[in-house]
């Protein structure tokens, strides 16, 4: 993979993240999870270049997220989408998630995969649990029946390859 620049991306980062979906991943060689993930976002904040994931405290990502301090964004062709349905309905609790038929790849802190098309590797600078006081539609509600509010981590995206 080459490292590029974020803004030199040829990507519809809407079409990205909602339609060709993300693997979340965060952890170390011997012990990292991923999980698949279509809701956030990449953009500009704090004059850095930043990606916003929304995880909810069930996820066993979750635990790896809150534990690293770095997590990185994989996107794939559509060839890996079995992978990702799969890291999408089953949990690292289950089923081994370190021997996916992706290779996982460490870089420094973080950790990625080799097959990915585009990795953003991003460090934690902000997170917040989301409040649905501060839901202004109320229709959002509709997508916690269980109470289980995201947390959204600010990730600084301080690297980006692609294949
Ligand atoms: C297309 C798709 C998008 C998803 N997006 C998210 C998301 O943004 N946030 C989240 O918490 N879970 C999301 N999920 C659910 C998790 O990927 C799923 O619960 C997964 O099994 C969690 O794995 P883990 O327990 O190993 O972390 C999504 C699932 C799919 C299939």
């Known amino acids: ?13 809407v079409d990205l993240i909602a339609n060709q979906w993300m693997l ?8 990292h999870n991923t999980m698949t993930a279509s809701w956030g976002g990449i953009g500009h904040l704090w004059n850095k270049d930043v990606a916003y994931i929304f995880i909810r405290p069930q ?30 309905s089953k949990s690292g609790r289950d089923i081994d998630k370190m021997n996916l038929e992706i290779t996982p790849v460490v870089d420094e802190q ?25 839901f202004l539609d109320a229709s959002i509600q509709k997508n916690y029946p269980q109470n289980d ?8 995206i301080y690297k980006t390859l692609e294949n």
């Open 149 to 156: 509010y995201h947390r959204m981590y600010i990730g600084e």
């Open 59 to 88: 996820r066993h990502t979750y635990d790896f997220v809150e534990k690293n301090d770095f997590f990185s964004l994989c996107f794939f062709e559509e060839k890996y989408r079995n992978v990702l349905k799969l890291c999408g």
């Open 1 to 13: 993979m080459k490292i590029i620049q974020l803004d030199d991306l040829q990507e519809n980062a």
């Open 24 to 31: 979340i991943t965060a952890g170390t060689a011997d012990n």
């Open 110 to 134: 973080n950790i990625y995969y080799k097959e990915a098309r585009v990795v953003m590797l991003c460090k934690k600078i902000y997170y917040q649990d989301l409040d649905p006081k501060n």
